[in-house]
């Protein structure tokens, strides 16, 4: 015989800020999916949650039923707040870490292990005390004597080995207008005439910094937003210049364990900004390039695909990812180039120089030109988007971390919210499938032991005010 026993509770929740305010939190599973990852980034989209920005998380791992502090860090996107961190270590294929996010009313201080330094035209992005890469937004000239047509901003140098070589280079003799690393347009249509914004000696055009949008330093990672212009000129001369599209570079270097290797993402978001589209046409070199240091020639350094092609066959074909490996002051160092699988004619188009460039020397100089092949048309008022992951490192890199490296970048791990604690059940309506549209929600619990099943039952409130929450449980035991 089945015996019931009712009972109603009149609940009274306190949700008042400071000290009284309940602990809220969310925990979360980290899927790795399909491929084994080591030192990955995690980012988490707030507005899942369906609770409003928060000024602080406090983020913990949940191993082997203790709790492990995690550095996290919080960005506003256009997309919405997101929540980054770094999973550290090794996570084998088809497994789950799970972390709790304690949210809190105040944003806690910060570690700033990744750094920003402001100085003499450049905006370094360091990982502790070692910088990484330094973007130059100050007009730089070339040597007197050499045409200042060849002056320029808005570009990457030094980019750094860990162990501090320098792996890029500007304005060398053999071609003024290569900028370490950078990311102009060789053959542009516009309004049925022809510019080009990369052999700035032709004086068609340029591109020039204006200004940063953002900057950013945290645990987790530091970068910056910064505005660029793509000038065109009509009449062969600066004074006339006209913009016709402004691209906004979006540079973030990630933590990653000391002697691990610098790890940092590029994107280049193009928007035609005059009533008229804007054509890439198809030319053999455009978009985003290295021009390497020129202590890497063809006796001391090597190139490698994805597709398994060495320097001899690699110009022209098309890769998800390119390294380029080197000798260097402290011994060997390198730089791994990874193109997204969303980007543009993916897999992109590679130019390289081949072995016997620049009279026999052999000087490295590497371009994932998505133009190569085909033109591209931006449409006047729409954003177009490019997305890179570059890896730094010292000592040599195999193609197997390569691979890795890429299929991290191209397919992430997954974040799902698997349980709330704190929050008011109405606020999690349609979300993990628990909700109805009305504010009337059931859970249910069965203790298949005991046999005994539970129901619980939140009305709808009778009063919501000023962070004060009302409601009527009924238990019903069976």
């Known amino acids: 015989m089945k015996i019931f026993k009712t009972f109603a509770l009149i609940a009274l929740i306190f949700c008042i800020s400071g000290q009284l305010e309940a602990q809220k939190s969310i925990t979360l599973n980290v899927n790795s ?39 996290c860090q919080l960005e506003k996107t ?70 200042t047509a060849y002056k320029r901003s808005g570009f990457i140098h030094p980019a750094w080995s860990p162990s501090g070589d320098t792996l890029t280079t500007i304005q060398p003799k053999d071609h003024y207008h290569h900028y370490g690393i950078w990311n102009p347009w060789t053959k542009l249509e516009y309004d049925g005439e022809i510019y080009d914004l990369w052999n700035l000696r032709d004086r068609k055009g340029t591109v020039k910094f204006e200004s940063f949008r953002e900057t950013t330093e945290g645990p987790v990672y530091a970068g910056f937003k910064a505005l660029q212009g793509h000038y065109i000129f009509p009449d062969g001369t600066e004074s006339n210049a006209k913009e016709i599209m402004e691209e906004i570079w979006d540079i973030k270097v990630w933590n990653q364990p000391k002697g691990e290797g610098f790890l940092w993402d590029f994107g280049s978001e193009l928007h035609p900004n005059t009533a008229l589209p804007v054509i890439l046409k198809t030319y053999r070199y455009a978009g985003f390039a290295i021009r390497a240091t ?66 026999g020397r052999g000087d490295t100089f590497i371009n994932f030109a998505p133009t190569k092949d085909t033109d591209w048309i931006l449409e006047s008022g729409k954003k177009y988007r490019l997305n890179y992951r570059v890896f730094q490192y010292d000592g040599e890199i195999t193609p197997e971390k390569a691979e890795q490296l890429w299929t991290d970048y191209a397919y992430p791990v997954t974040i799902e919210i698997i349980k709330y604690i704190g929050e008011n059940l109405h606020n999690r309506e349609n979300l993990l499938n628990t909700h109805t549209h009305t504010h009337t929600h059931t859970h249910t619990h069965t203790h298949t032991a005991a046999n005994i099943t539970l129901f619980f039952q939140l009305t709808n409130p009778v009063c919501e005010r000023n962070n004060i929450a009302y409601g009527i449980f009924h238990f019903k035991f069976l």
């Open 33 to 71: 999916g399909n491929y084994a990852r080591e030192n990955s980034v995690a980012c988490f989209q707030w507005a899942q949650t369906q609770i409003a920005d928060p000024a602080g998380i406090e983020l913990t791992e949940l191993v082997d039923g203790k709790k492990m502090k995690t550095d």
């Open 294 to 359: 020129e202590v890497w020639t063809n006796k001391n350094a090597v190139m490698y695909t994805s597709e398994g092609k060495n320097r001899p066959e690699i110009d022209g074909i098309k890769a998800r990812w390119i390294y380029l490996t080197g000798e260097c002051k402290h011994g060997k160092a390198g730089i791994l180039f990874m193109s997204h699988p969303a980007n543009y004619n993916a897999p992109e188009p590679l130019r390289i120089w081949d072995q016997n460039a620049n009279g």
């Open 78 to 147: 256009p997309e919405g707040t997101q929540l980054c961190w770094i999973l550290s270590g090794k996570t084998p294929a088809n497994s789950t870490r799970t972390f709790v996010a304690e949210i809190k009313n105040i944003a806690k201080k910060e570690n700033l292990i990744m750094k920003l330094e402001d100085k003499n035209g450049g905006l370094t992005i360091k990982e502790g005390s070692l910088p990484v890469l330094r973007y130059v937004y100050r007009t730089v000239y070339p040597p007197a004597g050499i045409d």
